[in-house]
């Protein structure tokens, strides 16, 4: 088996892992309760996914295309495409809800909020597993980095949304972990892509980056004030995380 797939695999691995102890976070008893659990985690997860865009995903793959317009030009539309994906999901699931003229009995918003983080999970295992088979471990550590930090939040919030929608506790558990193997399929495709078109990297950081942008958009908006919200420091140190972390790791 070629290496560059064994690092695709490997990348979707790391992700899938963090992923999983977010998830096993849901297990822990806190004093605070599961709203100031859910209510931290979800800040924090948002601020530290528009850092991992800005950062890790869309300036990564601006410098790896801008010397050549096509690929530029796909990895725009890889954005487009994924912030497609995820706003097509949201307006799909509120339309069902209009269709069926009843009062949901599960909030909509964290059931966009689920399945978008099911859904931008996958180009996130691509981005694992294309930065690790596709770059220098120097390029790739702090995308990685950054993409496993903010998957322990994703984990929790994802087991946290699933028992906000009626799960019990064990499947909503599962749930969390299934939306890690999303990851992990990720990781393999990305391996399997870059044997074929090395070049493909950009479009594939691009395409994570439009899901995560639109689907934290989305959230913002769904939820009170959006200056109200960008206001709280969990958000805050969500965004400042990564680049605290790309000063403090070795360059």
């Not at 090395?198 to 594939?204: F, G």
């Amino acid at each position: 088996m070629s290496s560059v797939l064994w690092l695709g695999i490997l990348g979707g691995l790391i992700s899938f892992a963090s992923t999983a102890v977010g998830a096993l976070l849901s297990l822990t008893p806190t004093k605070s309760g599961p709203f100031v659990k859910f209510k931290f985690s979800i800040d924090f997860a948002l601020g530290l996914m528009l850092s991992a865009v800005a950062f890790s995903l869309v300036a990564p793959a601006a410098k790896n295309s801008l010397n050549n317009p096509k690929l530029f030009l796909l990895s725009l539309i890889g954005f487009a495409f994924g912030a497609v994906v995820i706003y097509g999901l949201k307006i799909f699931i509120e339309r069902q809800e209009h269709e069926t003229h009843e009062q949901p009995q599960i909030s909509s918003s964290q059931l966009v909020l689920a399945l978008a983080l099911i859904v931008h999970n996958f180009p996130e295992g691509l981005a694992s597993g294309a930065s690790l088979a596709g770059l220098d471990l120097k390029s790739a550590i702090p995308i990685l980095s950054s993409i496993a930090i903010q998957n322990i939040p994703e984990g929790l919030l994802m087991v946290l949304c699933l028992k906000g929608m009626g799960w019990n506790l064990k499947k909503s558990f599962i749930g969390g972990l299934f939306s890690g193997v999303v990851e992990l399929v990720g990781g393999v495709v990305a391996g399997l892509l870059l044997l074929q078109v090395n070049q493909v990297l950009p479009v594939i950081l691009m395409m994570a980056g439009g899901a995560m942008f639109t689907s934290v958009l989305i959230e913002l908006k769904e939820h009170g004030s959006f200056l109200n919200r960008i206001k709280q420091p969990q958000f805050a140190m969500g965004l400042l995380a990564l680049p605290l972390l790309t000063m403090i790791l070795p360059s």
